[in-house]
């Protein structure tokens, strides 16, 4: 396969030579040529680059409203649903006992929302400040569930914070007034996450564009889960882009309307504006992307376009006259009739030495990429030239960055716990893993594995789960995580199931592991002391195992005898409890 170089110096002395033939001909079939591709590529770049940054900004709304539509789903997954809701109790027919029935069930249902709105309302408020553009945010709950608890709603369209608002009651708008309940009605119909093209909300008088997405059980749909980011915020990332003298950029919907234009109004129709577009309009609103410009007649000049689609379905179209695109080649064809033979000699060294140039830097872009692909993000690119590889460079350079960090920050919400902060389940499934290797390798050399287990087991969770209320639960959870996280703070601790906890110990934790484990009873002690409430003390059971050849073969192994001596702990506690008469 023959390099870049050798196909440009190739292509540039064919170049030479022809023009030395038919010097004047040549000359203007060439710059033609050459300005047509630029144009394009000019064109092109910035439709790319421009869909580039507004789709990434559309897609960390995406991300946004996903997690937290993620976090929704997974909260109400024990949601105890009522069939046919409140407004269905008064029906005739319906015995006294069933009314009673169904409105304890509503009732525990109200509960259970106002909890999980709770919980969905403090993510998404972290969320939505996280979120670059955000105007609002909210959960709306459907009203056929439950006609006592709807959702939140929270704006902040002067940039001082986000202030929850009354909520729009859907009930008094018809569902296909987008400007008022569009954000509703659109996404539960289509029963997906829907972009809202834009248009302006009555309830607040803002134009903006919606992302919304349905919560749905069982076939059930509970509401929406959505943001709304200012028409502004979309709009001036390409207000000022200009190319050549007077072409610029402008953005429709997929029927053909102006959602901007510099100098358009809002909800213009192109076609019908300037019917010589019909048939460009046609073309943009039925395809993706234009892999050519476009030449089409507008206002009586002949203008070149090229269009891409937006992730939110809308179109971003680039423009400009023909005239500016050709008055670079006509005038140069010109100099280069009488020039030409001059600058023969002088073309063929500068082409040399530009192509050197150019794919010294290209040759670094295709080892790092090739190092990426390989999955080494560790790239370092030193070219730092103001031309189009210079940018190009420092953007690749840029992206390779920003997915390092975003791969680190993704293995680390992987393997994290949400509630106690400590490593989850999965992190300890990976650290078995390791272990296992480790084990391997030292006994592979006759070493005895230096290594122990501690199983923790937080007693009578589900009771004052029960008794107090999950809150309280998870106060006692987290008390128990801290004590542990106190008394082991130089070794890995890992949730690993709703009230168990487990700590690997190496190196010095490993030698001190019976003084530790007897720091963690007195510990326990001066807690219980100190604290009347059940969800403030700690009753934990405590199972330790140290790692033996010939009987441990396997981290596995080791956690069994660990989980096994946790029980018996537990047998001893429950009975120290039973003869103290200890309630619990």
């Known amino acids: 396969m023959h390099s870049i170089r050798s196909k440009i110096m190739a292509l540039t002395i064919a170049a030479i030579l022809v023009t030395s033939l038919s010097l004047c001909a040549i000359a203007v079939t060439a710059q033609w040529s050459e300005e047509k591709r630029s144009a394009e590529e000019r064109m092109r770049l910035i439709c790319e680059n421009s869909c580039y940054s507004i789709n990434e900004y559309l897609n960390s709304i995406e991300q946004s409203v996903d997690m937290v539509s993620r976090f929704t789903t997974e909260q109400l997954e024990d949601a105890p649903l009522v069939s046919g809701g409140a407004a269905g109790l008064s029906g005739m027919g ?10 304890e069930r509503q009732l525990a249902l109200d509960r259970y929302l106002e909890d999980f709105l709770s919980r969905v309302e403090i993510v998404f408020r972290t969320v939505a400040r996280h979120t670059s553009g955000v105007v609002t945010y909210y959960l709306r709950v459907n009203p056929e569930v439950s006609e006592n608890v709807s959702g939140f709603f929270y704006t902040d369209t002067e940039g001082k914070g ?22 509703y009605y659109i996404p539960m119909r289509q029963g997906m996450a ?11 008088d803002m134009r903006m564009i919606s992302y919304v997405t349905p919560m749905f059980k069982v076939g059930s749909f509970l509401g929406v889960v959505g943001m709304d980011v200012s028409y502004e915020t979309l709009i001036s990332r390409i207000r000022n882009i200009r190319i050549y003298d007077t072409g610029f950029v402008y953005v429709m919907d997929s029927a053909g309307r ?43 000049e002949t203008k070149y376009l090229c269009f891409d689609t937006l992730r939110n379905g809308l179109k971003l179209v680039v423009c400009a006259p023909a005239a500016e695109i050709n008055a670079g080649w006509r005038h140069i ?7 030409a033979g001059i600058f023969l000699v002088l073309f063929t060294a500068a082409a040399v030495l530009l192509v050197n140039h150019i794919i010294r830097p290209l040759h670094s872009l295709t080892d790092a990429s090739r190092s990426i692909a390989e999955g080494n993000y560790n790239v370092k690119l030193d070219y730092q030239g103001e031309d189009e590889v210079g940018v190009l460079t420092a953007a690749f350079q840029q ?49 005895v594995p230096q290594l122990a287990m501690v199983m923790l087991d937080c007693n009578d969770l589900k009771l004052i789960n029960d008794r107090y209320g999950h809150e309280k639960g998870d106060i006692y959870l987290k008390t128990a995580c801290s004590l542990i996280c106190e008394i082991y703070p130089h070794s890995p601790v890992f949730r690993v199931g709703g009230d168990e906890f487990m700590v690997v110990l190496q190196g010095m934790p490993f030698r001190e592991r019976e003084a530790l484990a007897e720091r963690f009873r007195q510990r326990a002690a001066e807690i219980n002391a100190a604290n009347e409430n059940p969800w403030d003390r700690i009753q934990i059971a405590v199972g330790m195992a140290a790692f033996e050849p010939g009987r441990d073969h396997c981290a596995e192994d080791l956690a069994r005898r660990a989980d096994k001596t946790m029980y018996t702990d537990k047998r001893r506690m429950k ?10």
């Open 94 to 103: 319906v015995s006294a006992s069933h009314r009673e029935r169904s409105a």
């Open 162 to 183: 986000f202030a929850q608002m009354a909520l729009t009651v859907i009930e008094d708008y018809d569902p296909e007034d987008v400007s008022h309940v569009g954000w």
């Open 194 to 204: 829907t972009w809202l093209d834009p248009y302006t909300n009555e309830n607040i």
């Open 258 to 300: 102006l959602i901007y234009h510099p100098t358009l109004e809002y909800g213009t129709s192109l076609a019908e504006y300037d019917p010589e577009m019909a048939w460009a309009v046609d073309i943009i609103c039925s395809q993706t992307r234009s892999d050519a410009l476009i030449r089409y007649q507008a206002e009586g």
């Open 333 to 339: 064809t010109s100099l280069v009739a009488w020039a």
């Open 399 to 447: 992206l390779v960055d920003h997915l390092r960090i975003y791969i680190s920050d993704l293995n680390s919400k992987a393997y994290r716990d949400a509630m106690t902060g400590v490593k989850n389940s999965g992190a300890y499934e990976a650290m078995v893993r390791q272990l296992d290797e480790e084990v391997k390798a030292i006994e592979k050399i006759g070493g």
């Open 575 to 584: 009975s120290a409890q039973g003869r103290s008469g200890e309630v619990r």
